[in-house]
């Protein structure tokens, strides 16, 4: 029986799908006007074992993840480069999916855009001033009214009076509360709008994600995710507008999910201060299995600190997995030796798939789940000690089991899914290119030994070059 933390309730409760043998979650994506840090990271790891754990237990996995393509970053940004929004998002959005694709993150369903959904966007705004949750003003910006509804709060159990003795004095003398929030914001020369009811402008924040949980996963879906960061304001205003919207306080999302943050040095991240890491950063150092087995062997929901020599010491844990994974590769190529010498490791493994299952089913407890790898590890090592030093017969029938075991437990976690060079980091790309050029340079120069000489070395390592129109191309055998 899984048991999830559920932020709304505050405790851990069973999980029941809303549909038998379905599950839709919907996470919060990224801001694309920066390469992803390694706090971005940890929110769309965790989802990516989530995933697995249900496709791997057989329900079937609706997972959608916005871009919020339109913000005030991303115009600063563009304003910058002398750019369009558009070049920003793109750019960023292109490079979240290096990032993520390194730390073997699978892809969600769909990723809607703000800019794609401006249409629901703007039904969706409508609808909340016409059952009088929002109130537009003259110069065109909306607002949502929080006193409005009763349920405002719940999420991140703060108290309306609280925070209304907690706001500052210089409030917007425009909003009917302090706490009021945003839904339309008013165009501003030279900014990005949108045709609207209330004029051009663009939306705020909290609204897309109401939109597009809605839109894409219907009135109620099973869970919601993101950085503990999100749950106020943003995630407790995206239940008071879904739920007003909907008229249903049962509405919306029934699970409420929030990873804990990632400090540096035990300090914030914070990119005055400098201790700021992007995704890329790390990759140039580290293959993205380590980045990911790292951020997995802490549980979700603690803070989780970063610094490279914990992130060497995870690499050294991960080698000692990764051996694993050679010794059942080379027993695995034995032809069967009879007998029964495997029977006590399969029934080891057995043991140890179910432990594995119970500390994933305990809140997705992949620390726990990963000590459990750990202890196969060892009694898969143990037996293929046995079975080199000619102690006991190859029992391929038990070992398969054992094996089956192993992969069960790496196709959740994310491991193994990479060469032994880790993702591709750009880096082979770039030493290839300049290997390429060194050959263009040994033929313009006449240097027929030089230019065939890499040809051919590079042909014994799986590397084919390829003449075409746009220059050589190299691609692996
Ligand atoms: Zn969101």
Redesign the pocket.
Known sequence: MLKVYNTLTRQKQEFKPLKAGEVSIYC??VTPYNDPHIGNARPFVTWDVIRRYFAQHGLKVRYIQ?F?DVDDKIIAAAGRENLTWKDISDRYIKSYFESMDALNVRHAELYPRVSETMADIIAMVQTLIDKGYAYALPNGDVFYSVEKFTGYGKLSGRKLEDMQAGARIDVDERKHHPMDFALWKSAKPGEPSWESPWGQGRPG??I??STMSLKYLGEKFDFHG?GSD?IFP??EN?IAQSQACLGDDAGFAQYWLHNGFITIHEEKMSKSKGNFFTVKEILAKYPGEVVRFFILQTHYRSPLDFSEERLAEAQTSLSRLQNTQGYIKELSAKADGGGEAAAPLAAKAKELWRLFDEAMEDDFNTALAISQMFALSKEINIYYQQVTSGEVAFDAGNFSQAAKAWADMAAIIGLFEQDEAGADDGLTDKLMQLIISIRQDARQAKNWAVADKIRDELKEAGVVLEDTPNGVRWKRA
Do not use: A, K, V
Request: with cysteine; proline share 0%; aromatic share 8%.
């Open positions: 919060c994506g916005n919020t924040w909290h897309e994600c993101g999100l943003h995630h995206e």
